[in-house]
């Protein structure tokens, strides 16, 4: 049976915890420090964060705070961007490393792909952006490099030019929201995929199908979302601020969602959706 320190493993070897702590719209200072520190005391070995997000400092505050030894987190930023481009995906590392007060990152994605609707040399930008990755994996300031929010057509454009490929591709999936498409590519081309928004935001915690599904089985609507990602193989990172809720989004081994229910959430229209994709990504 898994449990909280149960991995999956990564293109070149590197294992990722199964399960992640997310901190995204987790205001910086006390809260994001409080909360990364309660996450690790209950058992968590791997922490999201981003640049963006604002939060970078109080995370590695509060992984200090934990007690935990940094070696046994699993820690993962993302690049803003505005900070595309080969120096300044160099610059850019090198302010979250010191941001976050760590001598290197476990995992340095990017957040949002250049696209066409944005810009006609879309697929020049990321390639250019991704050779500062390659240069930081190789120089060991990251231990596994890898993207956000990429769709299959940028996934692809990127393996054109790569020298390493992508090892993770962090995207929306929930039930109502899985991307398919994109599941698929990254299965095929051994990308382990992670999960924002598990809970849809928290839009499904009131979902009908959601919760008579969980009361099957005695557990939370939270709770079934997050085995409901585990059980695609995908790494989860629900998030939330409240000690209780922390360590319920981690007590999801003891229970398994049949082949019916895991095919019923399948099913489900779009619903919890956030309304960002890679099309209309941020420009800067």
């Excluded at 939060?55 to 992984?63: D, F, H, R, T």
Aim: aromatic share 8%; glycine share 8%.
């Amino acid at each position: 049976m898994e449990n909280l320190s149960s991995t999956r493993k990564l293109a070149n070897g590197v294992k990722i915890p199964c399960i992640g702590y997310g901190t995204w719209q987790t205001p910086g200072g006390d809260v994001a420090r409080d909360s990364v520190k309660k996450a690790l005391e209950l058992g968590y070995r791997h922490v999201d964060t981003a640049t963006v997000y604002g939060n970078e400092a109080s995370v590695g505050e509060g992984i200090r705070l934990s007690g935990v030894k940094r070696e046994d987190v699993f820690l993962t930023t993302k690049q803003w961007t505005n900070e595309r481009g080969f120096e300044n995906t160099m610059a850019a590392a090198e302010r979250a490393l010191k941001t976050l007060g760590v001598d290197y990152l476990d995992l340095y994605l990017v957040h949002w792909p250049a696209v066409e609707k944005l810009s006609p040399d879309w697929a020049a930008i990321n390639a250019e952006t991704w050779r500062g990755f390659e240069k930081l994996y190789k120089d060991g300031k990251v231990r596994a490099i890898g993207v956000s929010n990429f769709m299959p057509a940028q996934l692809a454009a990127l393996k054109e030019c790569a020298e390493v490929q992508p090892m993770v591709d962090q995207v929306e999936f929930h039930p109502g929201y899985i991307q398919r498409n994109v599941l698929d590519y990254c299965r095929e081309n051994g990308i382990v995929v992670e999960a924002w928004s598990p809970l849809g935001s928290g839009r499904l915690l009131a979902d009908p199908l959601v919760n008579e599904i969980g009361a099957a089985h005695g557990k939370s609507a939270a709770q079934t979302c997050v085995r409901y990602a585990l059980q695609h193989g995908i790494v989860p990172l629900p998030k939330s601020v409240t000690p209780e809720r922390i360590a319920a989004n981690a007590d999801v081994f003891d229970f398994a969602l049949t082949d019916a229910e895991m095919a019923a959430l399948d099913a489900m229209p779009e619903t919890g959706y956030s309304g960002y994709h890679p099309d209309d990504a941020p420009a800067g």
